[in-house]
Structures are given as structure tokens and as C-alpha cells.
């Protein structure tokens, strides 16, 4: 019987000889069937067949971000990069890819993008940038071709160093948070303090903050029949019903803040938020507090809905469970922030290993000048 293409012999120093399937960089085995035997063919045929089925799966599909993406990469103006930019470039589409692959195409405009955006910054400015740059690229020949109505980067600012942004939505720690709040209510604006509470504790988007009635929060029973306060509304931006427990923070803040208005939050004249003024009001507290350093300059109230998806990605939460958290519609958002969370995980844990081989040498430093 004549040779079975993509089978590799090895011949062990006992003289018997083990068969691999090797194609490309793709290497199993040891094959359980006998060289020369009907069933060795049939073994490696399975194998082919499973791997062509994979790479169908890996396959980005028509009229998604990810096959636009496999697209550009055929393109000549990929192709015609210089080695190392293209290079560059494929780092930065794999990510893109593992982030948003699967997004169609109609979903794709400018609040799209600039809510991408937003989530790549705590990565830095020239990382996000970078990112949006090459997303551009890869998707403009949609934009050209119709199957991107309009162009969704007219208008999309740069991120800019933190000295000089203007448009950054950080995530706030908890101690920008804090010092914040105590702020807001030495000024006597309880209103805006509970604005910031909804943000961070919630999650909620500006819209939601300035429109939540005061009457979405009900006490209601869990599955054991005990009371629990939980929030029950539609939200302003998609129309979608949702009923979610208070997070036991905001609760506590809550309770303990008056309520002057129909809406949770509320301003001076004790009326619901406008976006922009809440956006403004939210602005003179963090330059005075930046003026002591106890806040970054440039946080926005949209940062406070990033701090809670990463807050919920560092404490393990599913995809589906940050997307009923926040409201989202789709996996994208959820996946960066698990992402995020990931990394932070592999960096500390990679610190720990550093601390713990620093504190072995000391201890080592210690037994030697005492011997």
C-alpha cells in the first residue's frame, strides 16, 4: 500500500517505529493504527476532516467586523506595509478580533466606536489610539462599499495624555469615588453625590442616572422569601425592562441621603439631571479635587459605569451576568472587561512570584550574615 501523506515516523532506540500526523505546524501521535494498514488512511482522513471543520469555525463570517478584518489583511494596502508595521498591525487585529469579531457590520456606528474606544483607555492613549487607527483601516473598504452606511470615525476625537484629555472616560478607583462623594455632600449637593452613587454602584449610563424614578426601587422577595430592595425600570437608551437587586453600597448610601425629587438623583432646584449639567457639575468637583491630587483631572460620569464592568470582571462575573449588570445587549463590552480582568490577574500574579523570589533571597541574606 503506498505511503499515507502527512504521516511522520520516529524510530525509538528500541528499534520500534511510532507514526505522528504532522501537516504544517500541527503535529498529534502517536497514531493508533499500524503502518500500511487500510485503517491508517481512514485515522488520518478523520483528522483532516476535524481540522477543516475547525477551521471553518475560525472562520470570521461575511458582513461581521472579524471578516472585514480577514479582508483587510488580503488587501493591498496591508499587503504593501513594511514588514514590521505589518507585523504590528496583526498584534493589534488579533486583539480586535478576540474583542469584537463577531459584531455585524450594521451594528458598527460612531456611539459604537467611541464606547469601544472608551473601554480600550484605561490601556493608555497611543495603546487606544493605535487600536482605533487600525480598526479604521480595516473597516473603511465597508464604509466605501456600503455595507457601513456612514463613516463612523467623522468627529471621533484622539485620546490625548492625561495632562491634556478631554475626552477620556477613566475608570474612577474608589478612592476618586469617596473623595468625591464627601465633596458633593460638604457642598451640601446630595443630589449630585447619589448621581455618582448610581454611577459607580449601579452602573448605570448618564441617561439612567438623570431619569431613574425614585420609585424603581421596590422591596421584593428572593427565591427563599426573603426581603431584599431591588430596582425595576425601563431603561432610557434601549427601552429594555430590567430588575436587578441593589448593590448593598448603594442601598446604604441611599438610605442615608435625602430624597427630594421623583427621579433618585437630582439637582440643586431638586429637579432630574440634565445629561449636560450633570456632566458640568460632575466637571468643577473633579478639578477641585485635582487640585490636591485626590482625583485624576478629565473623570467623566461615564467612567463610573467602567469601574463597576471591570469591578464585576474582577470578581469573576460571567459575560452574561456583566451584560445583565449594565444593560448590555451584546457579549463585546462584557468580553473587554473580563479581558481587563484577566490581565490584571496574570500581572499580580506574576508580582507575587517576584515578591516571593525577593523575600527567598532575603531570608537567605539574613541566614548567611547570621551563620
Known amino acids: 500500500m503506498d505511503k499515507v501523506r502527512y504521516v511522520q515516523r520516529i524510530r525509538r532506540p528500541n528499534g520500534t517505529v511510532d507514526l505522528y500526523f504532522r501537516k504544517g505546524d500541527h503535529r498529534e501521535g502517536p497514531l493508533r493504527s499500524f503502518d500500511g494498514s487500510p485503517e491508517l488512511r481512514a485515522e488520518v482522513d478523520a483528522i483532516l476532516a476535524r481540522l477543516a471543520r475547525a477551521q471553518v469555525a475560525q472562520t470570521p463570517k461575511a458582513g461581521t467586523?472579524?471578516?472585514?478584518?480577514?479582508?483587510?489583511?488580503?488587501?493591498?494596502?496591508f499587503i504593501r506595509l513594511a514588514q514590521s508595521t505589518q507585523k504590528e498591525y496583526e498584534r493589534l487585529l488579533t486583539e480586535i478580533e478576540a474583542d469584537v469579531g463577531d459584531v455585524r457590520l450594521t451594528e458598527v456606528d460612531k456611539g459604537w466606536i467611541r464606547d469601544l474606544r472608551d473601554l480600550w483607555a484605561p490601556r493608555g492613549h497611543k495603546a487606544t489610539n493605535d487600536r482605533v487607527q487600525v480598526l479604521k483601516n480595516a473597516l473603511m473598504p465597508a464604509v466605501e462599499d456600503g455595507r457601513i452606511k456612514t463613516s463612523p470615525f467623522l468627529g471621533l476625537k484622539k485620546l490625548t495624555p492625561?495632562?491634556?484629555?478631554d475626552e477620556v472616560n477613566l475608570a474612577w478607583t474608589d478612592e476618586e469615588v469617596d473623595a468625591f462623594i464627601a465633596l458633593a455632600?460638604?457642598?451640601?449637593?446630595?443630589?449630585?453625590?447619589r448621581a455618582v452613587a448610581l454611577g459607580r454602584w449601579g452602573g448605570f449610563r448618564r441617561g439612567t442616572i438623570c431619569n431613574?424614578?425614585?420609585?424603581?426601587?421596590?422591596?421584593?422577595?428572593d427565591g427563599d422569601g426573603f426581603s431584599q430592595r431591588r430596582l425595576y425600570w425601563t431603561t432610557e437608551k434601549r427601552k429594555v425592562l430590567c430588575d436587578k437587586r441593589e448593590d448593598g453600597r448603594l442601598s446604604a448610601f441611599l438610605e442615608g441621603t435625602p430624597a427630594r425629587a421623583l427621579t433618585i438623583a437630582y439637582d440643586q432646584r431638586g429637579h432630574p439631571w440634565k445629561e449636560r449639567s450633570l456632566n458640568q457639575a460632575v466637571a468643577r468637583l473633579i478639578d477641585t479635587l485635582a487640585l490636591t491630587k485626590r482625583a485624576r483631572p478629565n473623570l467623566t460620569p461615564h467612567g463610573l459605569r467602567h469601574a463597576r464592568g471591570l469591578e464585576l470582571a474582577y470578581a469573576g462575573a460571567s459575560d452574561a451576568e456583566i451584560m445583565a449588570q449594565l444593560e448590555h445587549t451584546t457579549e463585546r463590552a462584557a468580553r473587554i472587561y473580563r479581558r481587563q480582568a484577566e490581565r490584571r490577574r496574570m500581572a499580580d500574579s506574576g508580582q507575587d512570584r517576584v515578591d516571593n523570589v525577593v523575600a527567598l533571597k532575603a531570608e537567605r541574606r539574613r541566614s548567611s550574615n547570621g551563620a
Open 212 to 221: 431613574i424614578p425614585l420609585n424603581a426601587r421596590v422591596i421584593a422577595q
Open 185 to 193: 455632600l460638604q457642598r451640601n449637593m446630595p443630589g449630585l453625590a
Open 65 to 77: 467586523v472579524g471578516g472585514a478584518i480577514e479582508r483587510y489583511r488580503k488587501s493591498a494596502d
Open 162 to 165: 492625561p495632562h491634556d484629555a
